[in-house]
């Protein structure tokens, strides 16, 4: 079984950058397609950015299309998500996860992941 750790939140000041990492333990070959979601207080988990196994492919939320950038590096089983100009209404648990199954396709709905990690808290104040 695969666990997903996430690192990097925190508290920022609206305009404010961060960075999240995302690492598994456990049996990383397994891992494909890897994404970040997110769940605000009284909302439902959303898509945010996914990124394909080799890298090439990235997909982006309209919402942070231009301000956030996923990236991976194999060699070190991490997957980043570069967080930029952040807004009070980015606040929320970011959640990583990761797709046991080989594709090309980036997925972006929560049901086509297979591991999930324990979510790390991002606070934008205004």
């Known amino acids: 079984q695969v666990q997903l750790v996430e690192s990097g939140g925190g508290l920022v000041q609206a305009g404010g950058s961060l960075r999240l990492s995302c690492a598994p333990s456990?049996?990383?070959?397994?891992?494909?397609?890897m994404g970040w979601f997110r769940q605000a207080p009284g909302k439902e988990r959303e898509f945010v950015a996914g990124?394909?196994?080799?890298?090439?492919?990235?997909y982006y939320s309209d919402p942070v299309k231009g301000r956030f950038t996923i990236s991976r590096d194999n060699a070190k089983n991490t997957v980043y998500l570069r967080m930029n100009s952040l807004e009070p209404e980015d606040t929320a648990v970011y959640y990583c996860?990761?797709?046991?199954?080989?594709?090309?396709?980036?997925?972006?709905?929560?049901?086509?992941?297979?591991?999930w990690g324990q979510g790390t808290q991002v606070t934008v104040s205004s």
């Open positions: 996860a990761a797709d046991a199954r080989y594709t090309t396709v980036v997925h972006t709905s929560w049901t086509q992941y297979d591991y």
């Open positions: 456990g049996r990383a070959s397994s891992i494909y397609g």
């Open positions: 990124i394909s196994w080799s890298g090439v492919s990235t």
